[in-house]
Protein backbone atom coordinates (compact mmCIF):
# COMPACT_ATOMS: atom_id res chain seq x y z
CA UNK A 1 0.00 0.00 0.00
CA UNK A 2 1.41 3.56 -0.29
CA UNK A 3 1.64 6.41 1.68
CA UNK A 4 -0.65 8.80 1.72
CA UNK A 5 -0.34 11.99 -0.56
CA UNK A 6 -1.84 14.09 2.32
CA UNK A 7 0.15 14.19 5.17
CA UNK A 8 -2.86 15.00 8.39
CA UNK A 9 -3.77 14.27 12.00
CA UNK A 10 -6.43 14.89 14.09
CA UNK A 11 -7.56 15.12 18.04
CA UNK A 12 -10.45 15.40 20.10
CA UNK A 13 -11.08 16.12 23.49
CA UNK A 14 -12.71 18.10 26.05
CA UNK A 15 -11.70 21.97 26.98
CA UNK A 16 -12.88 22.98 29.88
CA UNK A 17 -16.28 20.73 29.56
CA UNK A 18 -16.47 22.27 26.17
CA UNK A 19 -15.83 19.22 22.98
CA UNK A 20 -13.38 20.13 20.99
CA UNK A 21 -11.24 18.95 18.01
CA UNK A 22 -8.49 19.75 16.06
CA UNK A 23 -7.37 18.90 12.55
CA UNK A 24 -3.14 19.29 11.70
CA UNK A 25 -2.94 19.29 7.48
CA UNK A 26 0.54 19.59 6.05
CA UNK A 27 1.25 21.35 2.25
CA UNK A 28 3.83 21.98 0.55
CA UNK A 29 3.40 25.73 1.31
CA UNK A 30 1.45 25.84 4.88
CA UNK A 31 0.47 24.37 8.11
CA UNK A 32 -3.42 24.06 7.79
CA UNK A 33 -4.81 23.88 11.27
CA UNK A 34 -8.41 23.45 12.29
CA UNK A 35 -9.36 24.68 15.92
CA UNK A 36 -13.42 24.08 16.28
CA UNK A 37 -16.14 24.23 19.43
CA UNK A 38 -18.90 24.21 17.15
CA UNK A 39 -17.91 21.63 14.43
CA UNK A 40 -17.54 24.43 11.99
CA UNK A 41 -13.74 26.28 10.39
CA UNK A 42 -15.07 29.35 11.96
CA UNK A 43 -12.97 32.24 11.10
CA UNK A 44 -10.07 31.64 8.69
CA UNK A 45 -6.65 33.65 9.27
CA UNK A 46 -3.47 33.71 7.42
CA UNK A 47 -0.17 33.88 9.84
CA UNK A 48 2.60 34.38 8.00
CA UNK A 49 6.22 35.13 9.54
CA UNK A 50 7.64 38.43 8.96
CA UNK A 51 10.56 38.43 6.05
CA UNK A 52 11.03 42.14 7.26
CA UNK A 53 12.51 41.19 10.62
CA UNK A 54 15.76 41.93 10.97
CA UNK A 55 15.80 40.12 14.54
CA UNK A 56 16.19 36.60 13.80
CA UNK A 57 15.88 35.53 17.39
CA UNK A 58 12.87 37.19 17.82
CA UNK A 59 10.70 36.75 14.80
CA UNK A 60 7.60 38.78 14.17
CA UNK A 61 4.28 37.17 12.33
CA UNK A 62 1.65 38.63 10.54
CA UNK A 63 -2.38 37.89 10.42
CA UNK A 64 -4.74 38.84 7.92
CA UNK A 65 -8.36 37.42 9.05
CA UNK A 66 -9.51 35.50 5.21
CA UNK A 67 -12.92 35.16 5.75
CA UNK A 68 -14.99 35.63 9.38
CA UNK A 69 -14.75 38.04 11.46
CA UNK A 70 -12.13 40.43 11.94
CA UNK A 71 -11.58 41.31 15.41
CA UNK A 72 -8.62 42.10 17.98
CA UNK A 73 -8.79 38.98 19.92
CA UNK A 74 -8.82 36.54 16.51
CA UNK A 75 -5.48 37.83 15.61
CA UNK A 76 -4.29 37.59 19.69
CA UNK A 77 -5.70 34.30 19.24
CA UNK A 78 -4.41 33.08 15.71
CA UNK A 79 -0.56 34.66 16.98
CA UNK A 80 -0.60 32.52 20.00
CA UNK A 81 -2.01 29.37 18.26
CA UNK A 82 -0.16 29.34 15.28
CA UNK A 83 3.30 31.16 16.07
CA UNK A 84 5.06 27.96 17.32
CA UNK A 85 3.23 25.47 14.22
CA UNK A 86 5.72 27.96 11.76
CA UNK A 87 8.76 27.60 13.98
CA UNK A 88 9.07 24.48 14.02
CA UNK A 89 7.66 23.64 10.37
CA UNK A 90 10.72 25.72 9.36
CA UNK A 91 8.92 29.02 9.46
CA UNK A 92 5.76 28.09 7.08
CA UNK A 93 3.13 30.25 7.12
CA UNK A 94 -0.06 28.48 9.30
CA UNK A 95 -3.43 28.96 7.18
CA UNK A 96 -5.97 28.61 10.81
CA UNK A 97 -9.41 27.99 11.08
CA UNK A 98 -10.84 28.92 14.22
CA UNK A 99 -13.79 28.30 15.86
CA UNK A 100 -13.90 28.61 19.64
CA UNK A 101 -16.40 28.83 22.33
CA UNK A 102 -13.80 29.57 24.90
CA UNK A 103 -10.61 31.50 23.97
CA UNK A 104 -9.80 32.10 27.70
CA UNK A 105 -5.10 31.69 28.17
CA UNK A 106 -5.91 28.32 29.82
CA UNK A 107 -8.16 27.09 26.94
CA UNK A 108 -5.42 28.38 24.39
CA UNK A 109 -2.99 26.32 26.36
CA UNK A 110 -5.03 23.32 26.34
CA UNK A 111 -5.76 23.51 22.56
CA UNK A 112 -1.84 24.18 22.20
CA UNK A 113 -1.03 20.82 23.34
CA UNK A 114 -3.76 19.64 21.38
CA UNK A 115 -1.96 21.01 18.35
CA UNK A 116 1.36 19.42 19.24
CA UNK A 117 -0.14 16.14 19.41
CA UNK A 118 -1.35 16.47 15.96
CA UNK A 119 2.46 17.36 14.48
CA UNK A 120 2.43 16.58 11.15
CA UNK A 121 5.84 19.11 9.99
Known amino acids: MSESVIRSKQAQREVNGIP?????????????????????????ISVTPDSRSNDLSTPTFSTK???????????????????F??????????????ALKDSSIDAIKQIKEMIKSCQVW
Open 20 to 44: TEVVCTEFSNYIFVVLTQYGKIGTL
Open 65 to 83: VLLGKDEPLTHVCAKNLAM
Open 85 to 98: VSQESGNRPVLLGL
